[in-house]
């Protein structure tokens, strides 16, 4: 069983910056690709951002790529999404997911390789 625990969301203006945080309970955490994706009502879950277990590889949606950088911390079984230039259309409630596979380039984007999540954390962009 792995436990998700996101934190770091909040109430920012557009433009400004937030890093979330997500705490991970597994001791085999530095074995799994982890990634983010973000859901608003009435929409499906999105992807946004993913890194290989190792953190040498990372992937992002187009819509956030060149403002979010997504990092991870083996040694405190910690991922991080760095959110800059923020704009109206990323708010969402932003959640960490752990990947099926410890790799898979195939599914890495997708949210059904995806087998625990957490519960999930508020952004908020105002205008």
């Known amino acids: 069983q792995v436990q998700l625990v996101e934190s770091g969301g909040g109430l920012v203006q557009a433009g400004g910056s937030l890093r979330l945080s997500c705490a991970a309970s597994a001791r085999t955490f530095s074995t799994y690709s982890m990634a983010w994706f973000r859901q608003t009502p009435g929409k499906e879950r999105e992807f946004v951002a993913a890194?290989?277990?190792?953190?040498?590889?990372?992937y992002y949606a187009d819509s956030v790529k060149g403002r979010f950088t997504i990092s991870r911390d083996n040694a405190k079984n910690m991922v991080y999404l760095s959110m800059n230039s923020l704009k109206r259309e990323d708010s969402a409630v932003y959640y960490c997911a752990k990947h099926t596979y410890q790799f898979n380039r195939a599914l890495i984007t997708t949210r059904l390789s995806y087998d625990y999540w957490g519960q999930g954390t508020q952004v908020t962009v105002s205008s």
């Open positions: 890194i290989t277990w190792g953190g040498d590889s990372t």
